[in-house]
């Protein structure tokens, strides 16, 4: 499983990186980057889908 | 303030954000328009539009061709082209349209990121508690004007690196801006010539002493080369403190509203203290603070209404966030609410460049708040007030602490 952010929707709200940290992190604008290569560990995935549903932009997807 | 305008008796075809049944509790009123309208219209204000749907306004704030952000203040000072000069508008970024927008937002989002709005916290902790001691033992203080407002207001000060004894001249400006929202055009033109001198001699100040602060951070940026205009400079620093102060201010003493009514809230964020962060979502998405506004760019067809250039739009994202659609229970506020896909700092490149100094001065002022005072209640329901506008929350807060 993989977090993958549409960087073209993300405006930088700021959910991501706050949810899960272990997973996103942000640029100097505050736009939300996925840490890494966007793998997520069994112990994240909860994590990954609040991130993803709690995203205003809708710019946060899982690749299963 | 006038009161001489009639009451509403049809929110659909006559709405008015500063009649008072909206004022104090809008979200029936919402409610209702979203299944009625759900687009309604007002002739006041010159002409205007309130989408009460999350798709409706989510539509409208994404769309910078058909909607232009060169006023974001619903009045009846109602600009024209000329009093607008593009690109750089009254506030940029919050008043630019693109290609301009994403230049001047590219030069105040470094400065309001969050690795550098997190090194803030200790600072805003420390405002938090001076404010509280202030207080002393008083079996009674006002979570609204001895509280809330001094929070982001002293933070934009220190910011902005402006004198501290002219705080009480930062909250007047606030409310010129966005509470007279019925004052004459005349008076607004009259106040905001007032406001740019402070502005021109704050600046001065900052040229013949530059010092570490967002002022000098302005003067010394450029694009392509070149320093900012002095347009600029001033209507970002408009910006900041207009947007920065009553907004925040609003979220906090709503918060404080709701949990001084709902002891159960109160007493789960004092025993659950790792629940404040999606609590904070909460407080946001359901006390969302501020409706922006647009004109309409051009004439043309929105969800059925003919929309004229130059009529203006309210973008009630607080209205979008109890949209039943996109929320469970939208109406219920859910202190553990998990999902909360909220829009309360707004959608689309318009996001909100201070969201996370004012997610977090709401997160440390609720903290700080509870901790020193573990129960509280409502003194008097009847004294609270609210503010008119776009920019809504508690104002008179009196609260019983022990």
């Keep these: ?12 709200q700021g959910r991501c990186f706050g949810i899960a940290p272990e997973l996103f992190d942000f640029d100097d604008l505050g736009n939300g980057v996925v840490k890494g290569d966007g793998t997520v560990t069994p112990e994240l995935v909860e994590k990954a889908r609040l991130a993803e549903a709690n995203c205003p932009e809708h710019a946060i997807s899982i690749e299963e | 303030m006038s009161h001489t305008k009639p009451l509403v008796e049809d929110f659909a075809t006559d709405f ?9 509790n809008p979200y029936p009123i919402w409610e209702d328009l979203r299944t009625r309208c759900p687009v309604a219209h007002t002739d006041r204000y010159g002409g205007a539009w309130f989408p009460a749907t999350h798709e409706l306004v989510s539509r409208v704030a994404k769309d910078t061709e058909n909607f232009t952000s060169r006023s974001v203040v619903m009045s009846n000072l109602r600009p024209t082209d000329e009093d607008l000069p593009a690109p750089i508008g009254i506030a940029p970024p919050i008043t630019s349209d693109p290609p301009f927008h994403a230049i001047a937002r590219r030069l105040v989002l ?25 207080m002393g033992d008083a ?3 006002n979570g609204g004007t001895q509280f809330a407002q001094y929070i982001p207001v002293g933070v934009i000060q220190q910011m902005l690196g402006f004198p501290l004894e002219d705080i009480e001249m930062f909250l007047q400006i606030v409310i010129d801006v966005l509470d007279s929202i019925d004052s004459t ?3 607004r033109q009259a106040t905001g010539d007032k406001n740019r001198a402070y502005f021109e001699k704050q600046i001065q100040d900052h040229i013949d002493n530059p010092r570490d602060d967002f002022t ?15 347009d600029h400079v001033i209507g970002t620093i408009l910006l900041t403190l207009v947007a920065g102060i009553d907004t925040t201010w609003s979220a906090i003493s709503s918060s404080l509203w709701h949990l001084a009514q709902n002891p159960d809230d109160l ?16 407080f946001l998405r359901f006390y969302a603070p501020v409706t922006m506004a647009r004109l309409v760019a051009k004439d043309h067809d929105f969800n059925g209404c003919p929309m ?29 609410r998990r999902e909360n896909r909220h829009v309360a700092f707004g959608l689309g490149i318009h996001r909100c460049a201070g969201s996370n100094l004012a997610r977090l001065e709401l997160k440390v002022a609720i903290q700080e708040f509870i901790k020193r005072y573990p129960t509280f209640t409502l003194e008097n329901p009847s004294e609270v007030t609210f503010s008119p506008g776009q920019v809504r929350g508690a104002r008179n807060l009196p609260i019983r602490v022990k």
């Design chain 2, 308 to 336: 004229k250039k130059d009529d203006w739009v309210l973008l009630g994202f607080p209205a979008a966030n109890r949209d039943p659609e996109v929320f469970e229970d939208a109406d219920k506020f859910i202190i553990d």
């Design chain 2, 267 to 282: 007493a789960r964020l004092v025993n659950e203290p790792e629940l404040i962060d999606v609590a904070v979502e909460e």
């Design chain 1, 1 to 12: 499983m993989k977090v993958v952010i549409n960087a073209d929707a993300c405006t930088g």
């Design chain 2, 216 to 230: 000098t951070y302005l003067l010394n940026a450029e694009i392509a080369g070149t320093k900012l205009e002095l």
């Design chain 2, 110 to 134: 470094p400065a309001f990121s969050p690795g550098v709005v997190n090194a803030l916290e200790p600072q805003i902790r420390a405002l938090c508690n001076s404010l509280l001691d202030d």
């Design chain 2, 185 to 187: 055009a005349e008076d």
């Design chain 2, 16 to 24: 008015d954000h500063a009649d008072p049944q909206w004022v104090n």
């Design chain 2, 139 to 141: 079996a009674v203080v």
